[in-house]
């Protein structure tokens, strides 16, 4: 969005996911413990078992969800991963909302899109900004790196926005 500072954009090298899910189970271990430190609880609202295999072998807590149910529990998340878009009933905005209160201050939202469409992002960042979410990070996940002396061409196959619920410089909440 005009006047504000771009985010990183980082490179991950992992297997596209199988037709009909959300992500391979190279890219859940590398969420799992990018995003996550032990015993943090996570929301897995992706499809297929991917994140939940990392989430157990990175000895991590879940709760595992379809975005229509009305309860995510109690405590809040660190870490809360989608697809997109969402089967849900509430706008994105809505959804997003419903995230942040659910959410740890500081924690992040992994939202996994498939590559190709350019207007997705952006009004996935739309949604999630006018949900008091800041946009962190984008990580682009593609099957085969570029070797050295050859030309540039990734193999992309996910786009995954990281927001986050900030913490302001006071350390306190940003409500």
């Not at 109690?74 to 959804?95: C, K, M, Q």
């Not at 540039?152 to 913490?167: F, G, Y």
Request: aromatic share 4%; net charge positive; charged share 20%.
């Amino acid at each position: 969005m005009p006047g504000d500072p771009p985010v990183p954009i980082t490179v991950w090298p992992v297997p596209a996911p199988q037709q009909g899910e959300t992500m391979s189970n190279a890219m859940g271990v590398r969420l799992v413990h990018n995003l996550t430190h032990p015993s943090d609880l996570i929301i897995d609202l992706a499809v297929g078992p991917q994140l939940a295999r990392a989430v157990i072998a990175a000895h991590r807590r879940t709760h595992l969800h379809a975005p229509r149910q009305v309860g995510w529990g109690r405590e809040a998340a660190a870490l809360i991963v989608t697809g997109w878009p969402v089967d849900d009933a509430a706008s994105p905005v809505d959804f997003f909302a419903r995230c942040r209160t659910n959410l740890t201050p500081g924690g992040c939202i992994a939202v996994l899109l498939p590559h190709g469409d350019v207007i997705a992002p952006v009004d996935v960042v739309i949604a999630a900004k006018r949900a008091r979410l800041a946009y962190l990070q984008h990580i682009v996940a593609a099957d085969r790196l570029p070797r050295r002396g050859r030309r540039a061409q990734l193999d992309i196959h996910t786009d995954v926005l990281i927001l986050t619920r900030s913490v302001t410089k006071t350390g306190a909440a940003d409500g």
